[in-house]
Nanobody, 124 residues
Framework: QVQLVESGGGSVQAGGSLRLSCAAS????????MGWFRQAPGKEREGVAA???????RYADSVKGRFTISKDNAKNTMYLQMNSLKPEDSAMYYC??????????????????WGQGTQVTVSS
């Protein structure tokens, strides 16, 4: 049974940092593509960053240079380091997984498995 559990969300002031974690279980983690998505109230869920099975990454333009996605295959855990946070980064953040190892997609329609989310709030 595939399970994804996010943690690390919280409230920070603009300019601050947070690191999100996504602990995975129930599948061969190293072979999957993984992604971070976010959804603010009244908005669609959008892709933030993605990493494929060999570690190649992709970012949304809005977070390039500020966010870093990484994965630790030994720990079955993916991370999202978020620096220079802005109020517009406030959202529920979700991790997602897909068995296609080369996916590296920022489209929510491409992912089969989802976590429950962790809230990030950035105040000005």
């Amino acid at each position: 049974q595939v399970q994804l559990v996010e943690s690390g969300g919280g409230s920070v002031q603009a300019g601050g940092s947070l690191r999100l974690s996504c602990a995975a279980s129930g599948f061969t983690y190293s072979r999957y593509s993984m992604g971070w998505f976010r959804q603010a109230p009244g908005k669609e869920r959008e892709g933030v960053a993605a990493v494929d099975s060999v570690g190649v990454t992709r970012y949304a333009d809005s977070v390039k240079g500020r966010f870093t996605i990484s994965k630790d295959n030994a720990k079955n855990t993916m991370y999202l380091q978020m620096n220079s946070l802005k109020p517009e980064d406030s959202a529920m953040y979700y991790c997602a997984a897909d068995w296609r190892g080369a996916l590296r997609s920022l489209s929510r329609y491409e992912y089969n498995y989802w976590g429950q989310g962790t809230q990030v709030t950035v105040s000005s």
